[in-house]
T-cell receptor
Framework: AQSVTQLDSHVSVSEGTPVLLRCNYSSSYSPSLFWYVQHPNKGLQLLLKYTSAATLVKGINGFEAEFKKSETSFHLTKPSAHMSDAAEYFCVVRGGYNKLIFGAGTRLAVHP | NAGVTQTPKFQVLKTGQSMTLQCAQDMNHNSMYWYRQDPGMGLRLIYYSASEGTTDKGEVPNGYNVSRLNKREFSLRLESAAPSQTSVYFC??????????????FGPGTRLLVL
């Protein structure tokens, strides 16, 4: 069975500093992995996805994630946080029949 | 294109009342999904529809029914609402279940409060 674990429920950074949101996955086969973002009172927007091509995946708004099979990780990073990055971020693995399995979420706060 | 739309945006129900949440997509997608979002639990799949005319249970189907009315529309019905169904409900769609076209696009959500 597929699952994801987001290691931090809350992350707080200062504007202009790097962002690291951690995600570990479990999958019985080569996984498809995603990061979605949800701004307050909004729907979910796809940031990036990994589907067994390049292990370093670039997404929108300067975010990227690296698939590391040996560590079963898919951490999300950004070199320099912006105030507009404050949101909740979900790591997601695709299960059977394209069902998405969500992590519990990481709430990112960005301080001036 | 509007993408995925949901109605209503907000709803307050009393225990035992029924209601239907509506979802429509204009992307000609085959597959549609209903999720609920609860604090600290991410999103959980309630029901999905691989294609017009088919529906299947997801992770948390109890207390819900769905109808895939046509290719565009996928509704979620609560026959007898319970306080445990207080949640934010998201509809999503994707081109297909498999074949590499699995990106799901989400609607803006419906906030439901059951008193």
């Amino acid at each position: 069975a597929q699952s994801v674990t987001q290691l931090d429920s809350h992350v707080s950074v200062s504007e202009g500093t790097p962002v690291l949101l951690r995600c570990n996955y479990s999958s019985s086969y080569s996984p498809s992995l995603f990061w979605y973002v949800q701004h307050p009172n909004k729907g979910l927007q796809l940031l990036l996805k990994y589907t067994s091509a390049a292990t370093l995946v670039k997404g929108i708004n300067g975010f990227e994630a690296e698939f590391k099979k040996s560590e079963t990780s898919f951490h999300l990073t950004k070199p320099s946080a912006h105030m507009s990055d404050a949101a909740e971020y979900f790591c997601v693995v695709r299960g059977g029949y394209n069902k998405l399995i969500f992590g519990a979420g990481t709430r990112l706060a960005v301080h001036p | 294109n509007a993408g995925v739309t949901q109605t209503p945006k907000f709803q307050v129900l009393k225990t035992g009342q029924s209601m239907t949440l509506q979802c429509a997509q204009d992307m000609n997608h085959n597959s549609m999904y209903w999720y609920r979002q609860d604090p600290g639990m991410g999103l959980r799949l309630i029901y999905y529809s691989a294609s017009e005319g088919t529906t299947d249970k997801g992770e948390v189907p109890n207390g819900y029914n769905v109808s895939r009315l046509n290719k565009r529309e996928f509704s979620l019905r609560l026959e007898s609402a319970a306080p445990s169904q207080t949640s934010v409900y998201f509809c999503a769609s994707s081109a297909d279940l498999a074949g590499g076209k699995e990106t799901q696009y989400f609607g803006p959500g419906t906030r439901l409060l059951v008193l």
